[in-house]
């Protein structure tokens, strides 16, 4: 079946540049999503990318996609405090359902 | 325009009670997907609906769950006979068609968290 993976914790300071990654396994898959998870909240979809792009970049989010290896990255310039969060990366391919990785708890020093 | 709105947000059963979740999609959206989150988990898919039809319900436990999204009014994910691995977030999200892409994406709601004591 599908499977979807991330690292679970990623540390950045403030200002910097945050790098999440995502690997998945069904090639079938058509969109890719990024979500951000506030705690005790639901989940706000932050970007996608169809399956046909390498690249999309919308104000501070900049998605990668490499899919011959299966790896899709978020990155997020000039992380700030706001930006703590769990990152979920999740695929869609023939069917309507979601598949999510276990999400990546992105952690803002000052 | 409201988002999908769950209730209730937190419930507590005790072992063998029913447990009822609600899930009122965004107006003009038919199709109703039901995920449920174990603590420090991901989200796993259990059931796809679209109004009077479960579409796709492969991720549902085969016994004490069930779903439906009746022509009028919320979709209804029930759980007979709680047992503590029941306990866990679990999150709505409705688009206006099938959940592929922006122009059909899948807005979720705030979720409903579910402990059984």
């Known amino acids: 079946g599908e499977d979807v993976e991330q690292s679970l914790f990623l540390s950045v300071r403030e200002g910097d540049s945050s790098v999440i990654n995502c690997t998945y396994t069904?090639?079938?898959?058509?969109?890719l999503y990024w979500y951000k998870q506030e705690p005790g909240a639901g989940l706000q979809l932050l970007t996608y990318?169809?399956?046909?792009?390498d690249m999309k970049q919308d104000q501070r989010l900049t998605v990668l996609l490499n899919k011959k290896d299966k790896h899709l990255s978020l990155r997020i310039a000039d992380t700030q405090t706001g930006d703590s969060a769990i990152y979920f990366c999740?695929?869609?391919?023939?069917?309507?359902?979601?598949?999510f990785g276990t999400g990546t708890r992105l952690q803002v020093t000052l | 325009n409201a988002g999908v709105m769950q209730n209730p947000r937190h419930l507590v059963r005790r072992r063998g009670q029913e447990a009822r979740l609600r899930c009122s999609p965004m107006?003009?959206?038919?199709?109703v997907y039901w995920y449920r989150q174990l603590p420090e988990e991901g989200l796993k898919f259990m059931v796809y609906?679209?109004?009077?039809?479960?579409?796709?319900e492969s991720g549902m436990p085969k016994e004490r769950f069930s779903a439906e999204f009746p022509k009028e009014g919320p979709s209804i994910l029930r759980i007979q006979q709680v047992v503590r691995g029941d306990s866990a977030a679990y999150f709505c999200?409705?688009?206006?068609?099938?959940?592929?892409?922006?122009?059909?994406?899948?807005?979720f709601g705030q979720g409903t968290r579910l402990t059984v004591v």
């Open positions: 999200a409705s688009s206006r068609t099938k959940g592929r892409g922006m122009n059909t994406e899948a807005f």
């Open positions: 069904d090639s079938s898959s058509t969109y």
């Open positions: 990318i169809f399956s046909n792009m």
């Open positions: 999740a695929e869609s391919g023939t069917a309507s359902k979601l598949t």
């Open positions: 107006k003009g959206h038919s199709h």
């Open positions: 609906l679209q109004k009077e039809n479960i579409i796709d």
